[in-house]
């Protein structure tokens, strides 16, 4: 079943630091192994101040970093396969019930500016545990954890259960552009860059579910035909990177909200 949906996004990211989330995407890839190691606390500082940027009194969403992550948060997918280990912090991504696209979208850009900084993470949206995680946070009675991301420094080498888990889902195969966003070639410039890091967003066994169109100068976000349970948090991280190739390209704007099969759509300002 997949999570309840609705498109509320009314703020947009704070584009002063899209450069560097911009070149960041391409270096992020989920780690499930740490090497223990805290983080430095001028390192955690800066995230915490990142977090507090992207919420602001229109956003339902917001991200709670917690700096010493107990590791009974982390819990394996069946027994300990799966499981993320020795990850010293941990953010987690909350919202309404039907707000988990906005838990996506604000997650990655606070995803991309742990990487911009050095740490490694990990998209976390079933294999936490729910009930602990929302009492280290302080969820509000409207709330809930959508997923949460593991942050440290990965170690050098990984497990076989990691290494069975990045084949199984391929984790740097993408689709090709084509695919996910047909007529690409003939659009403006800018919404070619907002596609092409669109590409690059990670999604749940990257299977990407987000197919982008032009119409009338605004580019479209629908569902792919094949959706699954955390596909708007997916759709959400695609539009984070989505907006992010856009302001590298010079142009700002805002996500409305689509109607029927449409997702959202970014009208450039």
């Given amino acids: 079943m997949e999570r309840n949906m609705t498109m509320r996004l009314s703020t947009p990211l704070p584009l002063d630091l899209a450069t560097r989330w911009f070149d960041a995407i391409p ?6 192994r740490y090497d223990e190691t805290p983080l430095a606390s001028a ?11 992207l919420f602001t009194p229109s956003t ?4 709670v970093l917690v700096r010493k992550a ?18 010293p912090s941990f953010a987690a ?6 707000g988990a696209l906005e838990a996506g979208y604000l997650g990655e850009a606070m995803v991309l500016d742990a990487t911009a900084a050095g740490v490694d993470s990990c998209w976390i949206a079933a ?23 593991a942050l440290g420094h990965a170690t050098k080498t990984i497990g076989t259960g990691e290494w069975l888990m990045r084949a199984g889902v391929r984790a740097r195969h993408r689709l090709p552009l084509g695919t996910i966003a047909p007529g690409y070639a003939d659009w403006p410039e800018w919404a070619r860059e907002a596609a092409t890091a669109a590409r690059l967003a990670p999604s749940g066994a990257n299977k990407q579910p987000w197919r982008l169109q ?16 955390t596909a708007p948090l997916d759709l959400g991280i695609a539009m984070c990177h ?8 010079g142009v700002s704007g805002k996500w409305v909200a689509g109607t029927d099969a449409e997702i959202a759509r970014f009208v450039p300002a």
């Fill in 70 to 87: 107990p590791p009974e948060v982390f819990t394996g997918l069946i027994g300990s396969y799966g499981r993320v280990e020795g990850a």
């Fill in 242 to 249: 989505a907006e992010i190739g856009a302001a590298h390209a």
């Fill in 214 to 229: 032009m119409e009338d100068d605004t580019l479209v976000v629908t569902k792919a035909a094949k959706t699954y349970w």
């Fill in 27 to 32: 270096h992020r890839i989920s780690s499930r």
């Fill in 127 to 149: 294999s936490f545990d729910a009930e602990s995680t929302g009492a280290l946070v302080g969820l509000q009675d409207d709330e809930q954890v959508h997923a949460i991301t």
């Fill in 93 to 98: 991504l909350i919202a309404p019930d039907d």
């Fill in 60 to 63: 339902r969403a917001r991200a």
């Fill in 43 to 53: 390192t955690l500082d800066r995230l915490e101040k990142t977090c507090s940027r």
